[in-house]
C-alpha cells in the first residue's frame, strides 16, 4: 500500500494533538501502518531545536531568520530520517505542523520574503509534501482558553510564541485560511471549536478520500 502524508496545522490551542491521536487509532485499527510526529522535533536533533526555539533562555530576542533556518533544520533532518523512510515503507504519516508553519509564521507574520522562505523550503524538503493538509481552525480566544486548562509541568510557562499578543495569533489564524483559499486541494479547514467528536468525525471525512 502506497504511503500516505497528512499535516496538521492551525493556531495555538486548536486540538491538533488529541486529533491526531484519535485518527492513528482509528488507522491502526483499521490496520494501516501510521508514523506520528511533530514539528519542530520527531528526531533528537529536531527535539533539541525545539527546545532552542520554544523555551531556551539561549532562543530569547531571536531574530525571523534564524528562526527560519533553525525550522527548516529540524524538518530537513526529519524528512529524511523520519517520514521518508516511512512513506517508503507504506506507512500514514501524521505530522503536528510542517512546512505550512513556516509559511505562516515566519513568513506572512514575521514579514520575511516569501521568496527566501521558498528556497530554504526546497533545500529542507524538497518534493517531500504532505499531499493533504488539515488546518484546524478556532477563534484566537477559544484557544488561548483552552491553553489556560491545560496541565503543564511544574513552573512551565508560555513558550516564546505563545506570549506572542492576540493579534500575532489572529494573523496566523488569518494565514492559515489563506493558504488554504491558495491551494483548496491540498488544504481543507476544519471547524475546530466542535465537541472532540464531532472535530475528530468532521476530520475522518476528509481524510478518508486519501488513505
Ligand atoms: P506546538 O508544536 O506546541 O504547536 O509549538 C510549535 C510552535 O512553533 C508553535 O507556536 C508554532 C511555531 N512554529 C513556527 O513558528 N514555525 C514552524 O515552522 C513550526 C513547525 C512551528
Not at 531571536?62 to 523512510?85: D, G, H, K, T, W
Not at 524538497?126 to 499531499?131: G, M
Request: proline share 4%.
Amino acid at each position: 500500500m502506497a504511503g500516505v502524508f497528512i499535516s496538521f496545522e492551525g493556531g495555538e490551542g486548536c486540538g491538533k494533538s488529541t486529533q491526531i491521536k484519535r485518527l492513528a487509532a482509528r488507522l491502526e485499527k483499521a490496520g494501516r501502518k501510521v508514523v506520528v510526529t511533530r514539528e519542530p522535533g520527531g528526531t533528537m536533533l529536531g527535539e533539541t531545536i525545539r527546545h532552542l526555539l520554544k523555551h531556551a533562555r539561549e532562543g530569547h530576542g531571536m531574530c525571523a531568520e534564524s528562526e527560519l533556518l533553525l525550522f527548516s533544520a529540524a524538518r530537513a533532518q526529519l524528512v529524511r530520517s523520519v517520514i521518508r523512510p516511512a512513506l517508503a515503507a507504506g506507512a500514514v504519516v501524521l505530522s503536528d505542523r510542517f512546512l505550512d508553519s513556516t509559511t505562516v509564521y515566519q513568513g506572512l507574520v514575521r514579514g520575511l520574503d516569501p521568496l527566501m522562505v521558498a528556497t530554504v523550503h526546497q533545500m529542507a524538503v524538497s518534493e517531500c509534501l504532505p499531499r493533504l493538509t488539515v488546518v484546524m481552525a478556532l477563534p484566537v480566544k477559544e484557544g488561548r482558553k483552552r491553553l489556560m486548562k491545560r496541565v503543564r509541568p511544574v513552573g512551565g510557562e508560555n513558550d516564546r510564541f505563545e506570549a506572542e499578543p492576540d493579534e500575532f495569533h489572529q494573523r496566523v489564524l488569518d494565514g492559515f485560511l489563506q493558504l488554504a483559499k491558495v491551494e483548496p486541494k491540498r488544504v481543507k479547514v476544519v471547524d475546530a471549536s466542535g465537541t472532540k467528536d464531532a472535530v475528530e468525525q468532521a476530520i475522518w471525512r476528509i481524510v478518508r478520500r486519501v488513505v
